[in-house]
C-alpha cells in the first residue's frame, strides 16, 4: 500500500470547504452546473454537463426539499407555541375560577384537580404543559358537576394534542431530510473532484479555464494555517454536527438549521 495517500493533489477540494455548510455546497453545484451548460457547444463540456445535470438536479432537489421542511417545522413549532400560550396560560385562570366555584380551595377535589397549582400549564417543556391539559381534562370527565368545564378543557387538550403531533411530523421529516442530504452530499463531492479532474486534463496549459468553471470564492479555504505545498496531515474526517432538535429537546425554543 502506498504512503502517500495524503498527497495534497489526490484529495478532494470541495470536502473541506463543504464539510459544514450545505448552502455553500449547493451555490457550489448549481453555479458549475449553470456554466457546464454554458459551454456545452464543446462536445467535451457538453460531455461533461449530460454527466453532472442529474446528480445536480436530484441535489437541488432534495436541497429545497429540506428548506420547505426547516420553514414548516419552524412554522408548526411557532403554531404550537401561540396556542400554548393563548388557549393555555389565558384559559388556566378561567378553568381555576370556575373549579373553585364548586370545590372551594380546601376541598379534597380542588387539591386532586388543581394541586399542583396553574404553574405545570405554564412553565416547562411543550409536552409537559400539554400532558397536564389532557390530565386535567381526564379528571374532570369524572366530576359531573363540572361537565360544562370537561368539555371545554378537552377541547383544548385535543387540539394541543393535534398541533404537537403535526409539529413532531414536520420535525421528524426534517431530520429524515437532512440526513438524505448529508449521504448525497458524498456522491455530489465525487462527481465535482471528476468534473475538475476531466478540466484539467482538457486545458493543462490554462489553469484559469479550469478555475472559470467553480464559484473560487467559496472553494477557498479560510484556515489561519496554510497547508503544506504538498501533504497534509492525515486526520479523520469529521462528520457535519449533528442539529440540536426540539424533537428531543422539548425545551429548545429555536429550531436551528446547518448554516444558521
Known amino acids: 500500500m502506498s504512503t502517500y495517500s495524503n498527497w495534497v493533489y489526490t484529495r478532494n477540494p470541495f470536502v473541506r470547504p463543504t464539510k459544514y455548510s450545505l448552502q455553500k455546497l449547493f451555490a457550489?453545484?448549481?453555479?458549475?452546473?449553470?456554466k457546464l451548460k454554458h459551454g456545452i457547444a464543446n462536445p467535451e463540456i457538453d460531455m461533461l454537463f449530460q454527466r453532472f445535470e442529474p446528480i445536480s438536479t436530484l441535489f437541488t432537489t432534495h436541497y429545497r426539499n429540506w428548506k420547505v421542511s426547516v420553514d414548516f417545522g419552524r412554522a408548526a413549532t411557532k403554531e404550537l407555541d401561540e396556542l400554548l400560550e393563548e388557549l393555555v396560560s389565558l384559559?388556566?385562570?378561567?378553568?381555576?375560577?370556575?373549579?373553585?366555584?364548586v370545590f372551594p380551595r380546601s376541598h379534597k377535589n380542588y387539591e386532586s384537580l388543581?394541586?399542583?397549582?396553574?404553574k405545570v400549564f405554564t412553565k416547562g417543556g411543550?409536552?409537559?404543559r400539554i400532558n397536564a391539559v389532557v390530565a386535567l381534562a381526564?379528571?374532570?370527565?369524572?366530576?359531573?358537576?363540572?361537565?360544562?368545564?370537561?368539555?371545554?378543557?378537552?377541547?383544548?387538550?385535543?387540539?394541543?394534542k393535534e398541533k404537537r403531533d403535526e409539529q413532531i411530523q414536520h420535525l421528524k421529516n426534517r431530520r429524515d431530510s437532512l440526513e438524505a442530504l448529508r449521504e448525497m452530499r458524498k456522491t455530489v463531492?465525487?462527481?465535482?473532484?471528476?468534473?475538475?479532474?476531466?478540466?484539467?486534463?482538457?486545458?493543462?496549459?490554462?489553469?484559469?479555464?479550469?478555475?472559470?468553471?467553480?464559484r473560487m470564492e467559496l472553494l477557498r479555504s479560510t484556515s489561519t494555517s496554510p497547508p503544506s505545498p504538498f501533504f497534509v496531515e492525515e486526520t479523520e474526517e469529521e462528520e457535519m454536527p449533528i442539529e440540536f432538535d426540539e424533537l428531543f429537546e422539548d425545551d429548545?425554543?429555536?429550531?436551528?438549521?446547518?448554516?444558521g
Open 126 to 128: 411543550k409536552e409537559l
Open 28 to 34: 457550489i453545484v448549481v453555479d458549475h452546473a449553470s
Open 138 to 160: 381526564d379528571k374532570l370527565a369524572t366530576f359531573p358537576a363540572l361537565s360544562g368545564l370537561y368539555l371545554d378543557v378537552n377541547t383544548v387538550a385535543t387540539l394541543l
Open 252 to 259: 429548545s425554543e429555536t429550531l436551528p438549521t446547518v448554516d
Open 189 to 214: 463531492w465525487t462527481y465535482l473532484f471528476q468534473s475538475l479532474a476531466y478540466l484539467t486534463f482538457l486545458y493543462p496549459e490554462s489553469p484559469q479555464r479550469v478555475t472559470d468553471f467553480f
Open 91 to 101: 384559559e388556566v385562570e378561567d378553568w381555576d375560577i370556575r373549579i373553585r366555584s
Open 114 to 118: 388543581m394541586g399542583t397549582g396553574r
